[in-house]
């Protein structure tokens, strides 16, 4: 069964500055990676979705990069803002599990002015 | 800005009442996913559609849950009756696709739920 866990759990860091999000997942076989973001009380919003055979992204300020064999994916935020404030989820899709994704817990991030 | 609508965003009922979710997906996405939401559990997977055929249920509880997609346009969500441990936020994604998605899965703001 396809486990994902994502670290930390909450961070807290100054306006500027550039952090990494993490996340690790049991079973290799995956087809893609997601990173969400989840606002108070909203939905889920898609910000980065790598495939398998990619092994990086960008959008704007965001890069999220992919290493399989590893079993591990880092999300890039260059020079946070406080409007960076939410949590982050990963998600990925699995060779044998069709269209279910399986979601990691998410880390709280809050961006200080 | 197309986008996922549920309704209604927030319900109250007590215990044994019937609770009907309602979502509307994005016009053209084919594949739509019931998911549910609580500080203990994270996000489950609860039930998902494809070009309205149900292909996974097994994340939910058979015997109170059920869900439908009675046209392209609607999905719902019923629990029947209801217990205070389905409080939580239900949640409805729509995506288009195959059997492994290419594109990414667009989410509604959610449907707030407390049993009391």
């Known amino acids: 069964k396809q486990e994902v866990t994502q670290i930390p759990a909450a961070l807290s860091v100054p306006e500027g500055e550039n952090l990494v999000l993490n996340c690790s997942f049991t079973?290799?076989?995956?087809?893609?990676l997601q990173w969400f973001r989840q606002d108070p009380g909203k939905g889920l919003t898609s910000l980065l979705l790598?495939?398998?055979?990619?092994r990086e992204q960008t959008s704007g300020r965001l890069n999220a990069s992919l290493d399989k064999s590893s079993g591990r994916s880092t999300l890039y935020i260059a020079a946070s803002q406080p409007g960076d404030s939410a949590t982050y989820l990963c998600a990925v899709g699995g060779e044998t599990s069709g269209s279910r994704l399986t979601f990691g817990e998410g880390t709280q991030l809050t961006v200080n002015p | 800005d197309a986008r996922v609508t549920q309704t209604p965003r927030h319900k109250v009922t007590e215990m044994g009442q019937e609770v009907t979710m309602r979502c509307q997906p994005i016009l053209g996405h084919n594949t739509v996913f019931w998911y549910r939401q609580t500080m203990m559990q994270g996000l489950e997977l609860l039930a998902y559609?494809?070009?309205?055929?149900?292909?996974?249920d097994s994340g939910m509880p058979k015997d109170r849950f059920s869900a439908e997609m009675p046209d392209a346009t609607l999905a719902t969500l019923k629990i029947q009756p209801s217990e205070p441990r389905d409080s939580a936020v239900y949640f409805c994604a729509s995506g288009s696709g195959g059997g492994r998605f290419r594109s990414p899965l667009h989410f509604g703001n959610g449907t707030r739920l407390t049993v009391t």
């Open positions: 559609f494809r070009n309205r055929a149900p292909l996974d």
């Open positions: 790598i495939q398998s055979s990619q």
């Open positions: 079973d290799s076989a995956i087809y893609n």
